[in-house]
Structures are given as structure tokens and as C-alpha cells.
């Protein structure tokens, strides 16, 4: 019912700061406002990991401990879209950033649409 399409990757010094959008569409019958849209990476080797959800509104928000602080999510229903805005990266930061939509709460709920990822590299 949904399609998410990620951008905004690419290569930034330690330190430096990325913006992530998740552009969604949304199919005939859904509504955009049921579903939690949550980020999550991989790293090549390890496990993908969540590292942030929204709820239907910006007053409902998880952020994993490893970017706590650092990692901002919001979200414009208006416009079917979905930012991570990233700051102070590190090279531990470096991973394919996924974005996800589930009709649980939390990020380790099923989440059932993906978007194709986008890179993020942060050099040291």
C-alpha cells in the first residue's frame, strides 16, 4: 500500500551532518497517518539495525541509543514525506539507510514496505 523511496546519502566527513528524506507514496484505500515510518541502516557484516520511528505525528518518536541526540526524525504528512537529519556523523555511522513503514509502534515491530536504501559514508 505504500512506496518509499529514500535520498539524500552520500560521503561527509567525521563530524559533518546528512539529510535523509523518504519520499512516500501512497496507494488508493491507505492512509499515510496509520503507519509508524521508521529509519533503519546496515552495515556491511552486521545486523540492520532501527534506529528511529515516527508516529503519526512528531509527538511520537523512538530514537535508538546509538544516535541519540545526534539523529533528528520528522515528518510533513502534508507532503508524504519523512527526514532523518544527521549530525556530528562518525564513521560508525557509515551503512545503506533504509526507511520502513509498519502499522505497529516501535522499531522492532514488522515492517512491511522498504524503500531501496541510500549510502551514507563518513570518512574519518
Known amino acids: 500500500q505504500l512506496q518509499l523511496v529514500e535520498s539524500g ?3 561527509v566527513h567525521s563530524g559533518g551532518s546528512l539529510n535523509l528524506s523518504c519520499a512516500i507514496t501512497v496507494t488508493s484505500g491507505a492512509t499515510l497517518t496509520a503507519w509508524t515510518i521508521g529509519w533503519f541502516r546496515q552495515a556491511p557484516g552486521k545486523e540492520r539495525e532501527g534506529i528511529s520511528c515516527v508516529g503519526n505525528s512528531d509527538s511520537s518518536i ?3 541509543d546509538s544516535v541519540a541526540g545526534r539523529f533528528t526524525i520528522s515528518r510533513d504528512n502534508a507532503k508524504n514525506m519523512v527526514y532523518l537529519q544527521m549530525n556530528n556523523l562518525t564513521p560508525e555511522d557509515t551503512a545503506r539507510y533504509y526507511c520502513a513503514a ?3 509502534w516501535g522499531l522492532t515491530v514488522p515492517y512491511g514496505s522498504w524503500g531501496q536504501g541510500t549510502q551514507v559514508t563518513v570518512s574519518s
Open 102 to 104: 509498519s502499522l505497529w
Open 62 to 64: 523512538l530514537y535508538a
Open 9 to 11: 546519502g552520500g560521503l
